[in-house]
């Protein structure tokens, strides 16, 4: 019943900026880690940030300094605010988030990925 809705894909420039935001919506009694990944093609699936439910937050060594995570808990919202972008940012990026949605059971959720492409 819960579900992750992804927005903010798209193409962006070279040195530009780009924002993306996922809703969590449905049968959800707290939300615990949100966070970003990426899928490059030939690549695996890789961390891109996570954000803890007491703000804490975690980058990827590649974005730090450029990309900004942050979350609205009244809206059950996570943001990836990418600024600065190059080319090697281009990837499908998945929004993922750790939902309880009942007393017994607590699971990992996915968006169902936005596409990011940086070029000239």
């Known amino acids: 019943q819960v579900q992750l809705v992804e927005s903010g894909g798209g193409l962006g420039r070279p040195g530009g900026s780009r924002g993306l935001s996922c809703a969590a919506s449905g049968k959800i009694l707290s939300i615990n880690d949100m966070g970003w990944y990426r899928q490059a093609p030939g690549k695996q699936r890789e961390l891109v940030a996570v954000?803890?439910?007491?703000?804490?937050?975690v980058y990827a060594d590649s974005v730090k300094g450029r990309f900004t995570i942050s979350r609205d808990n009244a809206k059950n919202t996570v943001y990836l605010q990418m600024n600065t972008l190059s080319p090697e940012d281009t990837a499908v990026y998945y929004c993922n988030a750790k939902i309880r949605s009942s007393i017994l059971r607590s699971s990992d959720y996915w968006g169902q990925g936005t596409q990011v492409t940086v070029s000239s």
């Open positions: 954000i803890g439910s007491g703000s804490s937050t």
